[in-house]
């Protein structure tokens, strides 16, 4: 059953991240109500490609979650330090939106929950086999 929940977590946290970085890809800033110059415009795509590619890294996990403690864990790592990022810019502009709350839950709480609940999933089963 641990298993199953952990699938569906994985499940969620991937399609967040490819629904974000698909529409930050294909909208750029207008996605955020931001000014569209080049260089920030393209930016923008780039990371947000790079943050679908992430979901989809993630998707890859779940027939075999148990074995993949290398990705997800290198996965959250990247996603906590880009979570760091948005927390520190609270000190700058410090009125948050809905939209970037529920990212740092994703980022700060919910991912590196996922971490932990694939760890003990791992664990679990290395002392089946």
Same mark, same amino acid.
């Given at each position: 059953m641990e298993r199953i929940v @952990?699938?569906? %977590?994985?499940?969620f946290a991937a399609i967040v991240l490819i629904g974000a970085g698909t529409a930050g890809a294909l909208l750029g800033v207008d996605l955020i109500h931001g000014r569209n110059g080049g260089l920030v415009d393209s930016y923008f795509r780039y990371l947000s490609a790079m943050t %679908? %590619?992430?979901? &989809? =890294?993630? %998707? =890859?996990?779940?027939?075999? !979650? /148990? +074995?993949?403690? /290398?990705? !997800?864990?290198? @996965? $959250?790592?990247? !996603?906590?330090?880009?979570?760091?990022?948005? @927390?520190? +810019?609270? $000190? &700058?502009?410090?009125?948050?939106? &809905?939209? +970037?709350?529920?990212? @740092?839950? =994703? /980022?700060l709480v919910f991912v590196p929950l996922l971490w932990l609940g694939q760890r003990h999933i791992a664990r679990k089963a290395a002392s089946l086999s």
């Open positions: @952990l699938q569906a %977590a994985i499940a %679908a %590619a992430m979901g &989809v =890294m993630f %998707a =890859m996990t779940i027939p075999h !979650i /148990e +074995t993949h403690h /290398e990705r !997800i864990g290198t @996965l $959250s790592f990247l !996603i906590f330090i880009g979570g760091l990022a948005h @927390l520190y +810019t609270f $000190s &700058v502009r410090p009125t948050p939106t &809905v939209g +970037t709350l529920f990212m @740092l839950f =994703m /980022e």
